[in-house]
């Protein structure tokens, strides 16, 4: 059965940094991409990141380019979301994601909150 399980997440200051970790189990991690969603309060669920099966490519959503930074660790089956200069907006429920199978499996997300 595959299962994702997503952690990190907390209360941070504005301009403060968090790194978020989704740990995989149930399927051969290292042959799939793996990307990073969230939701924030009232608002539908948008997506971050993605990473490739290598590693080699990557891709980011505008609104965290240049500030937010995805990488794997085959070795763990964990997929990392690291987030700098987070921004008040950035306040929301943070998921991973594999395509597995023909279809779409989830964690069960981790809460960050950005605030002073």
């Known amino acids: 059965q595959v299962h994702l399980v997503e952690s990190g997440g907390g209360l941070v200051q504005p301009g403060g940094s968090l790194r978020l970790s989704c740990t995989a189990s149930?399927?051969?991690?290292?042959?799939?991409?793996l990307r990073w969603f969230r939701q924030a309060s009232g608002k539908e669920r948008e997506f971050i990141a993605v990473?490739?099966?290598?590693?080699?490519?990557?891709n980011y959503a505008d609104s965290v380019n240049g500030r937010f930074i995805i990488s794997r660790d085959d070795s763990k089956n964990t997929v990392y979301l690291q987030m700098n200069s987070l921004r008040r907006e950035d306040t929301a429920v943070y998921y991973c994601?594999?395509?597995?199978?023909?279809?779409?499996?989830w964690g069960q997300g981790t809460q960050v909150t950005v605030s002073s």
């Open positions: 994601n594999v395509f597995y199978s023909g279809s779409y499996v």
């Open positions: 149930g399927f051969v991690f290292s042959t799939y991409g």
């Open positions: 990473i490739s099966s290598t590693g080699v490519t990557t």
